[in-house]
């Protein structure tokens, strides 16, 4: 796969799913674009002072400012939107500031960043979503159904958008990881089959090639991620 002289955003970059895309994206020949929330992130990023790098600090991608602000310039191949947030919690326990949080997060966020991505691609491109394990499989999203709701959205609208922009040459399609091995997932569920779980690496793999020039007719996609499990 060959991004030389393409320009990717990827929201979330610095995150452990986002650091292996910005990974091989480099090694395709891309340059990246990475907004970021979080500075300790920022800090450990091993792609930071790279010359094919941009790092900008954002507050909120739920807030269209800030995410103009990142598009701002930019004629991007692709836009990558890996950055959203989590959280478990039933429907009982579980009140409207929380459910608006995951909304936001993860829906609104994608939403806003789908619509810049659009308005700034040129006449082709590549956008890729990261939906959930739950968003396709609804009850697999039980005692966590905000977040559910939300990754739902976020696959309801990548299919929509793939339908409103492939005649302009603009693929959309998403994946949908299960819960992937990385090193927070481990300390926080210390007795699973690590094995079982999906690689970043492997799912990195997959938004790769969805976001380059050698795909070109999937669209619509909400490819599952699972690993074996």
């Not at 002072?49 to 103009?68: H, N, Q, S």
């Not at 491109?125 to 968003?135: D, E, K, L, S």
């Not at 020039?213 to 499990?229: F, L, M």
Request: glycine share 8%; charged share 20%.
């Amino acid at each position: 796969m060959d991004f030389s002289g393409r320009n990717v955003v990827v929201t979330g970059g610095s995150g452990a799913l986002g650091t292996a895309v910005v990974g091989m994206l480099f090694k395709a020949g891309a340059t990246c674009t990475v907004p970021y929330v979080h500075e300790a992130e920022a800090q450990r990023f091993p792609h930071r002072g790279d010359a094919k790098v941009k790092l900008i600090a954002v507050g909120d991608l739920a807030d269209e400012a800030m995410v103009a602000k990142v598009y701002s310039g930019l004629t991007p191949w692709a836009s990558i939107h890996i950055a959203g947030g989590f959280a478990m919690g039933s429907v009982a326990k579980t009140d409207k500031a929380a459910l608006m949080a995951q909304i936001d997060s993860n829906l609104v966020s994608c939403f806003l960043c789908c619509r810049a991505a659009v308005n700034a691609m040129s006449s082709s491109g590549r956008i890729v979503n990261v939906a959930a394990r739950p968003a396709l499989e609804w009850r697999s999203g039980a005692g966590m159904s905000a977040y559910t709701i939300a990754k739902t959205g976020v696959a309801a609208l990548t299919v929509a958008l793939a339908e409103e922009v492939a005649k302009d040459g603009i693929l959309v399609n998403a994946v949908a990881p299960s819960i992937m091995d990385t090193a927070a997932n481990r300390k926080a569920m210390p007795k699973a089959d690590f094995d079982a779980w999906p690689k970043v690496e492997e799912v990195a793999a997959t938004i790769v090639f969805l976001a380059s020039p050698d795909n070109k007719v999937t669209r619509g996609a909400i490819v599952p991620v699972y690993g074996k499990s």
